[in-house]
């Protein structure tokens, strides 16, 4: 991965807190041209340190009511990759994390409601071949979502 200087991390800081800031806000924050933001944002895209970019949409204005973690439990953790193809043919199957503690994976799922969630694990997840348990969490509520902070020296000479 390629380094990150103080205006990266400025760059950073910034869209992380507005992703629809504009380049020509960000590069008078930053006390440098347009253009150099612009090649600045494009480079650490292509280097994987911006991964994405887009809109939340709020799962609840689809009818998914209930967001739900679980614990899978596999025969063995070898079959970890041939179980994330299976689980991404499941649309309401939003992430997927190989984990170390009490289960191989952990999966993040939106279901309508307690019914539909039943039937994702009865008829789907369980019927994966390899997974052998699931735990399910239901959350009641998200209290924190952010991205992790961008933190950066600023340049003493700045006003």
Same mark, same amino acid.
């Given at each position: 991965?390629?380094?990150?200087?103080?205006?990266?991390?400025?760059?950073?800081?910034i869209l992380?807190?507005?992703?629809r800031?504009?380049?020509?806000d960000?590069a008078?924050?930053c006390n440098?041209?347009?253009?150099?933001i612009?090649?600045?944002?494009?480079?650490?895209?292509?280097?994987d340190?911006?991964?994405?970019?887009?809109?939340?949409?709020?799962p609840?204005s689809?009818?998914?009511?209930?967001?739900t973690? &679980?614990?899978?439990?596999?025969e063995?953790?070898?079959? @970890?990759?041939?179980? *994330? /193809?299976?689980?991404q043919?499941?649309? #309401? &199957?939003v992430?997927?994390?190989?984990t170390t503690?009490? @289960?191989?994976?952990l *999966? /993040?799922?939106?279901a309508?409601?307690? #019914?539909?969630?039943?039937?994702?694990?009865?008829?789907?997840?369980q019927?994966?071949?390899?997974?052998v348990a699931?735990?399910?969490?239901?959350?009641l509520?998200?209290?924190?979502?952010?991205e992790?902070?961008v933190?950066f020296?600023?340049?003493?000479?700045e006003?």
């Amino acid at each position: 991965m390629e380094k990150i200087d103080t205006l990266d991390k400025k760059i950073l800081s910034i869209l992380s807190k507005n992703a629809r800031i504009p380049f020509k806000d960000v590069a008078t924050e930053c006390n440098v041209s347009r253009a150099a933001i612009h090649q600045r944002v494009q480079r650490l895209i292509d280097s994987d340190v911006i991964t994405g970019s887009g809109f939340d949409v709020n799962p609840k204005s689809l009818g998914y009511s209930t967001c739900t973690y &679980v614990g899978i439990t596999l025969e063995r953790g070898s079959m @970890y990759k041939e179980v *994330v /193809k299976r689980l991404q043919l499941i649309p #309401e &199957v939003v992430e997927c994390h190989f984990t170390t503690g009490p @289960y191989t994976m952990l *999966v /993040k799922l939106y279901a309508r409601d307690n #019914e539909q969630l039943m039937q994702l694990l009865n008829g789907q997840l369980q019927e994966i071949p390899g997974v052998v348990a699931t735990e399910t969490l239901i959350s009641l509520e998200q209290s924190i979502k952010r991205e992790i902070p961008v933190h950066f020296e600023a340049d003493p000479d700045e006003d």
